[in-house]
C-alpha cells in the first residue's frame, strides 16, 4: 500500500469542490423542471374542470337557451292548429296582444297582484323577524313555524286558502267569514276571489301567507348582520327604537329589501297554479301565464302563446338584470 495515491486506495471517495457543485445543481434542476410541470398540471386541472360542467353547460345552452330561441321564432310564426306553421307574420302576434282586452285584463290584474303581494310579504316579513330579533323564548320553534309554509307547494296552499275564503253566506259560510261572524266582525266578511274588481288582491293574501317566512329569513339575517355597537352608539345619543330602526336599520337593509323585491317579483309574475287551485279559470282573475296555457294548450294557437311568454320573459328580465348589474358591481368595488 506505501506508494498508493489516496484518490486510488478510496475511489468512492469525491473531492469536496465536486459535492459543492452537485449539491448546487440540484435546486437549479428543480426549478428548470418545476415550472412546465405546474403548467402541464394546471393545463390538465383546467381539462378536467371544464369536463365536469361541460354536460351541464351543454344541458342549459340546449334545453334553457335553445328552446328561448325556439319559443322567440315561434312568436314570429303563424303557427295555429296541431300542425307547425313558421310562415314569418313579424309583430303580428304581439300587435293583436296589446289589442286584445283580455290580455290587458292580463297586465291589470299581475300589477295588483304584484303590488299586494310583494309589499304585503315585505311588511309581514320585517315585522316577524323585529319580533324574532328580540330573543324572544322558543325563537327556533317560531322560525320553523313562520318558515313552514315556504315548504307547501301553491296547489296546497290554494286548496285551503279556498276553503278559508269561500264566499258562501247564511248556513254555508266556512272559513274566514265564519269566523268574523262569530266575533260579530260583519264588517270583515266579504266575498274575497269572487270580488270582480279587487278579487285578485284576495289571491296575493295566500301568497303573502306563503312567503312571508321567506322575507323574514332574509331580515332577521340582515338584523343579526348589524352589530350591537352600531345600535348602543345610536341609543347613546339618544335616538329611540323608531329613530334606531328608521334612520339606521331599515336603510342598512337596503340590499336584503332589493334581492327580496326581485324574488317577489318573479313569482309574482309567474303565479299560474295559486289562481288555478284557489279560483279556477276566471276572466276577472285572469293573468297572462293561464292566458298562455290556453292559448297555447287549449286553443292551439301556437304563436300566440310563445308571444306571451316572451313578454313574460322580457318582464322578468327587466327585474333581474339590473339586480345582477348591481350585485356585479358591487362584488367588484369590494
Same mark, same amino acid.
Given at each position: ?30 426549478? &428548470? ?19 365536469? !360542467? ?38 303580428? @302576434? ?7 282586452? &283580455? ?5 291589470? @290584474? ?5 303590488? !299586494? ?54 248556513? &254555508? ?62 341609543? !347613546? ?16 337593509? @337596503? ?48 304563436? &300566440? ?30
Amino acid at each position: 500500500m506505501q506508494g498508493t495515491p489516496l484518490s486510488s486506495a478510496v475511489p468512492n471517495i469525491k473531492p469536496a469542490a465536486m459535492v459543492v457543485t452537485s449539491a448546487h445543481s440540484l435546486p437549479e434542476f428543480f426549478r &428548470r423542471w418545476q415550472g412546465p410541470l405546474m403548467t402541464k398540471l394546471k393545463n390538465t386541472d383546467a381539462i378536467i374542470s371544464f369536463a365536469l !360542467v361541460a354536460p351541464s353547460m351543454i344541458a342549459v345552452g340546449i334545453f334553457i337557451y335553445g328552446f328561448i330561441a325556439w319559443t322567440l321564432r315561434v312568436s314570429f310564426s303563424a303557427w295555429k292548429g296541431l300542425l307547425p306553421d313558421y310562415t314569418f307574420v313579424g309583430l303580428k @302576434n304581439y300587435i293583436e296582444l296589446f289589442s286584445d282586452p &283580455r290580455f290587458i285584463i292580463d297586465l291589470r @290584474n299581475t300589477a295588483i297582484f304584484t303590488i !299586494v303581494f310583494v309589499i304585503g310579504a315585505l311588511l309581514l316579513g320585517f315585522i316577524l323577524a323585529v319580533l324574532l330579533d328580540q330573543n324572544l323564548p322558543g325563537e327556533n320553534f317560531f322560525r320553523s313555524l313562520f318558515l313552514f309554509p315556504m315548504a307547501i307547494s301553491y296547489i296546497v296552499t290554494g286548496v285551503v286558502w279556498r276553503w278559508l275564503m269561500n264566499p258562501s253566506e247564511g248556513t &254555508r259560510i266556512s272559513g274566514l267569514n265564519q269566523i268574523f261572524s262569530y266575533f260579530g266582525w260583519d264588517f270583515l266578511i266579504n266575498r274575497w276571489h269572487t270580488t270582480p274588481t279587487w278579487g285578485i288582491a284576495a289571491i296575493a293574501l295566500a301568497a303573502i301567507w306563503q312567503m312571508s317566512g321567506f322575507t323574514m329569513a332574509l331580515y332577521l339575517g340582515g338584523l343579526r348582520s348589524i352589530s350591537d355597537e352600531i345600535r348602543e352608539a345610536a341609543r !347613546v345619543d339618544g335616538a329611540s327604537e323608531w329613530q334606531l330602526y328608521r334612520y339606521i336599520i331599515i336603510p342598512m337593509l @337596503n340590499p336584503v329589501t332589493l334581492s327580496a323585491v326581485i324574488i317577489l317579483g318573479h313569482i309574482s309574475l309567474k303565479v299560474f297554479d295559486l289562481i288555478i287551485a284557489l279560483a279556477g279559470k276566471q276572466l276577472a282573475l285572469d293573468v297572462p301565464a293561464i292566458y298562455m296555457w290556453q292559448a297555447t294548450f287549449d286553443g292551439y294557437f301556437f304563436g &300566440r302563446g310563445a308571444a306571451i311568454s316572451i313578454l313574460l320573459l322580457l318582464i322578468i328580465s327587466i327585474l333581474i338584470i339590473p339586480y345582477i348589474l348591481y350585485n356585479l358591481g358591487h362584488e367588484a368595488d369590494v
